[in-house]
């Protein structure tokens, strides 16, 4: 039983990594279809305007 400890730290801070990580794509992703929008139109008003 012992032994199965041993392992969830390591197991959790894979899962963290791969979260961050995740978050991290998310991120980039949207900050990349901002600027895209921002490149297309100029201004993020009709973004606000539609919120």
């Known amino acids: 039983m012992q032994r199965t400890f041993d392992y ?21 992703r949207l900050r990349s279809a901002i600027y895209g ?6 201004s993020l008003d009709r973004i606000w ?3």
């Open 8 to 28: 969830a730290p390591l197991s959790t801070a894979i899962s963290l990594s791969t979260d961050a990580h995740l978050c991290f794509a998310k991120n980039l």
């Open 37 to 42: 929008y921002l490149a297309l139109y100029g």
């Open 49 to 51: 305007d539609t919120l």
